[in-house]
């Protein structure tokens, strides 16, 4: 056993790298920290739980950015465990009834988004044929897309995801 300090010179070069070296970035120990995070390292203060609705609060919208950038420079056994880390949080966007009722996770957890679609796409139709029937057809368009526009700030959509998706189901 060694006690006190250890000759640097003695140190795996990891180490030295580690007490030598800051981050060059600003953005990479935020990057570190939120990669970090998602994969279990690291935990949330205060026990907060590591969900999606977390992360976006903490790390901003654009945090899948910084992750994948993070990501890529790491080895590729640890970029697909990365990505096993990802899909597992894009689970937390959603409630146990969205998960088991609606038969979202019915295809597997690989199959959430191409699921959760094809029930955004069919609740979407069913609501504008409600609002075409109430307002007619050009009232019912403008009225879902004023409704999707709401709902979409509700889960973090740019102007952009909203109009889009109102989009499809319009055209539908």
């Known amino acids: 056993l060694s006690f006190g300090r250890t000759d640097p010179a003695k140190l795996p070069i990891e ?16 990057s570190q920290t939120l990669y970090n995070v998602i994969v279990g390292k690291q935990g949330l203060k205060d026990g907060v739980p590591v ?10 919208n654009d ?6 950038e993070e990501v890529s420079s790491l080895p590729k056994a640890e970029q697909t465990a990365a990505e096993m880390y990802l899909k ?3 689970l937390t966007r959603y409630t146990r009834t969205e998960l088991t009722h609606l038969g979202i996770l019915s ?3 690989g199959m959430v988004g191409p699921m959760t679609e094809a029930h955004m796409m069919k609740a979407g139709k069913a609501r504008l ?7 007619g057809k050009e009232g019912g368009v403008t009225a879902f897309k004023e409704e ?5 700030a509700y889960v973090n959509w740019t102007p952009a995801q909203c109009n889009a998706f109102a989009e499809k189901i319009a055209t539908a």
């Open 63 to 68: 945090w899948k950015k910084d992750f994948q």
């Open 148 to 152: 999707v526009a709401k709902e979409g």
């Open 88 to 90: 597992r949080l894009e």
């Open 51 to 60: 969900k999606d609705a977390s992360i976006c609060a903490i790390f901003g």
């Open 15 to 30: 180490k030295k790298m580690l007490r030598l070296c800051r981050p060059l970035f600003a953005d990479a120990s935020k």
């Open 107 to 109: 295809q597997g957890p």
């Open 129 to 135: 044929e409600e609002l075409m029937a109430a307002n």
